[in-house]
């Protein structure tokens, strides 16, 4: 069974890079049909969808952070990572990596998160 | 961006009940319709895809329907270990939106 294992500072200061990692193991991030996600959570808030990269190496980014955001892969490492640039106190949130399996129904594919690593509480304060 | 939005936001009931938390999305999206569990400090459990079937191992007392714009989360008679915060997400269009959580408490 795949596991996700996070990685990375809890403690940003304003204006700086976040930088996450996420190891994959039971599983390789090659693995065709699967993609590989981040997600954040908001003190008290729903969930935020932040985006994902395919196996294939294509993105998908929130309009409201693709100018900040970037998600990467390093098969070398098994591991996939999230960059978020310029950050502000309204970045503070636990996040969480993903991965996306695609499931299968009445002949059509979906997609759904189906694997998640433990989360990380970023604060961003200097 | 689709907007989901779930209601209740949140909802008392005791062991044995049933208890429906709905989702309806901001446009269709057919059943492209996902939901999560989540209890404090972990993180999201996936329960359900295609609005309807359920993930491997998801007991048999949830159940999910819908599609288009409306759908909901049922489970048929609540155990303990179901008081969490649900989740729908709609995975039709990107980004794939999340609604903003159903808080599911013990009466």
């Known amino acids: 069974q795949v596991q996700l294992q996070q990685s990375g500072p809890g403690l940003v200061k304003p204006s700086q890079t976040l930088s996450l990692a996420c190891t994959v193991s039971?599983?390789?991030?090659?693995?065709?049909?699967?993609?590989w996600s981040w997600i954040r959570q908001h003190p008290g808030k729903g969930l935020e969808w932040i985006g994902f990269m395919y196996y294939s190496g294509s993105t998908y980014y929130s309009p409201s952070l693709m100018s900040r955001v970037a998600i990467s892969v390093d098969p070398s490492k098994n591991q996939f990572s999230l960059k978020l640039s310029s950050v502000t106190a309204a970045d503070t949130a636990v996040y969480f990596c993903?991965?996306?399996?695609?499931?299968?129904?009445?002949?059509?594919?979906?997609?759904?998160?189906?694997?998640w690593g433990q989360g990380t509480q970023v604060t961003v304060s200097s | 961006d689709i907007q989901m939005t779930q209601s209740p936001s949140s909802l008392s009931a005791s062991v044995g009940d049933r208890v429906t938390i709905t989702c309806r999305a901001s446009q269709s999206i057919d059943n492209y319709l996902n939901w999560y569990q989540q209890k404090p400090g972990k993180a999201p459990k996936f329960l359900i895809y295609a609005a309807s079937s359920l993930q491997s191992g998801v007991p048999s007392r949830f159940s999910g329907g819908g599609s288009g714009t409306d759908f909901n989360l049922t489970i048929s008679s609540l155990q303990f270990e179901d008081f969490a915060c649900?989740?729908?997400?709609?995975?039709?269009?990107?980004?794939?939106?999340f609604g903003q959580g159903t808080k599911l408490e013990i009466k």
């Open positions: 993903a991965r996306g399996g695609t499931y299968y129904y009445d002949g059509r594919a979906y997609s759904a998160l189906d694997s």
């Open positions: 649900y989740y729908c997400q709609q995975t039709h269009t990107t980004p794939y939106t």
């Open positions: 039971g599983g390789s991030v090659s693995t065709i049909g699967y993609y």
